[in-house]
């Protein structure tokens, strides 16, 4: 379910396992994130209200929705902490990448123009990674980058090497559970090749190339042909140079995740776990994809305890993207690979927010360029509080609106929010719904009186931010 929801919407890397998918569903826009009170405008000198991000001001507007509680995020750099289980992988998945080229980006701030998010990689007008329900604003034209491929045009322009990586933190409104949170970490490759250096030996080049990428030493099924009307070749490059380009795209990404899998499946067993699948060949799948700026386009899924996880997006960069990049001479491939879901195997991670988690408990279990199991250090136990509200069916509330209102009053002390229960009144027509919020910190015990103050302003916050009418 997952994996297909994923290629219809097309941009979209974060999930570790299935429940509640991100929903960018173009129907599902909602006014009422124009309406939700933000309490982050400081009134500037010239009487207009802004925001402050990293230091710098910002005006502010319709689009506006970026709460302060994220916009302090910016500052953390999970990526640039060597000792950080995201920084740790990171350079895991560079040094495996430095000898063949590629050329390392981690300072880009996550300020962006929405051309640069969007307009530059071809995504529709009306995409629904545009929408507010889904994306931080600072105002119309500027956001929080959804993803590192943000970057992309701009690297392509000035990078000096055949190949890049970038490695940055991304944001996204969402649902609120164990493998989601507002702010992420990517990271973005690329590699090209120039027709203007290689000229007719090009097809020559990118084979010599491609052999000489080390075996990965999974086993990897990849059943569909290198393109075809579904998941097309671009006009502008050959048969031969699609087929290679994008072998050489597989066998890279194979190869990274060969390296990732091997030393988590070592983790894995070194901590005890005795599942069977540790024992045998780590095994890879191809599925075909859609991302707006490649084509054709993939996802590799890779087969751990139990289940096949989607693991990396990527594709052959659309000749557009280059060409707006000043470089319409090269041809190559992308990919973006989520650091957050890849982390959780790597070192045993079980809730995403740990990641964020200032704890010394925590931080003080991993060490520079180290793959090791995160040891619990105590499970606090959590309760749950259901909020249950009639709407207008016309005027629903769209799920991820509903998280940041929950996301702004509880924090990193929600675990979870899920839809447990929805009907429609046969008479009156109103909808009902009932979510459940889990409350449960990470780091210390949590008295009722404390949850039920949380619920009592999530009650109170959402009746009065959302046309609704609370159920008793
Ligand atoms: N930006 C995509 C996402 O966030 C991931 C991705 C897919 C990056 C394909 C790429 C690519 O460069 O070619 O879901």
């Known amino acids: 379910m997952t994996a297909n929801i994923s290629r219809s919407s097309g941009f979209l890397l974060q999930r570790v396992s299935a429940p509640a998918v ?64 995201i920084g740790i992988l990171r350079s895991l998945i560079e040094s495996r990448l430095k000898d063949l080229g590629f050329t390392s980006y981690n300072d880009f701030k996550p300020v962006v123009s929405t051309y640069e998010n969007f307009d530059a990689l071809g995504f529709p007008e009306d995409h629904p990674g545009r929408s507010k329900t889904d994306t931080y604003y600072i105002n ?91 998941n097309p070749r671009q006009p502008t490059m050959s048969e031969l140079e699609t087929e290679l380009i994008g072998k050489h795209l597989k066998k890279t990404i194979e190869l990274l995740m060969g390296h990732v899998f091997h030393q988590a499946r070592e983790a894995a067993i070194k901590a005890g776990s005795t599942d069977p699948d540790l024992f045998s060949p780590i095994k890879a799948r191809w599925i075909e994809a859609y991302f707006p700026w490649t084509s054709p386009s993939w996802e590799i899924e890779i087969w751990w305890k139990g289940e096949w996880l989607e693991m990396c997006g990527c594709g052959v960069v659309k000749h557009e993207v280059l060409s707006g990049a000043g470089v319409g001479d090269k041809i190559g491939w992308a990919f973006g690979i989520g650091l957050e879901r890849t982390a959780m195997i790597l070192f045993g991670v079980p809730d995403i927010r740990l990641f964020w988690s200032e ?94 103050d949380l619920q009592d302003a999530v009650v109170s916050s959402l009746s009065t931010q959302f046309p609704i009418k609370i159920r008793d």
């Open 22 to 85: 991100r929903r960018w569903n173009i129907n599902a826009r909602s006014s009422i994130a124009q309406s939700l009170k933000r309490n982050i405008s400081t009134e500037s000198s010239s009487g207009n209200a802004t925001i402050t991000v990293l230091g710098k001001e910002y005006p502010t507007d319709d689009f506006t929705n970026l709460p302060n509680s994220i916009a302090n995020l910016t500052s953390r750099k999970l990526h640039l902490q060597p000792s950080h289980p």
């Open 140 to 230: 119309e034209k500027t956001l929080l980058r959804t993803h590192t491929s943000a970057h992309e045009s701009e690297c392509f322009q000035t990078c000096e090497t055949p190949g890049y990586l970038i490695s940055a933190d991304v944001y996204r409104r969402d649902t609120i559970d164990r493998t989601h949170y507002p702010a992420f970490h990517q990271m973005e490759g690329a590699r090209v090749w120039s027709r203007t250096e290689h000229g007719d030996n090009l097809a020559k080049v990118i084979q010599e190339d491609l052999e000489s990428i080390p075996d990965s030493g999974i086993i990897v099924s990849d059943p569909d042909p290198p393109f075809h009307e579904g």
């Open 359 to 452: 704890d010394e408990r925590f931080l003080s279990q991993f060490k520079p360029n180290t793959v090791s199991t995160f040891k619990p250090y105590s499970k606090y136990p959590g309760t749950f509080r259901d909020v249950a509200f009639w709407c207008d069916m016309a005027k629903e509330v769209h799920i991820n609106d509903l998280m940041e209102v929950v996301r702004s009053i509880g924090g990193d002390l929600v675990e979870n929010v899920s839809l447990i229960d929805e009907f429609v009144h046969p008479k009156t027509k109103q909808k009902s719904q009932c979510y459940r919020i889990n409350y449960q910190s990470m780091d210390r015990s949590l008295t009722n009186a404390e949850i039920n």
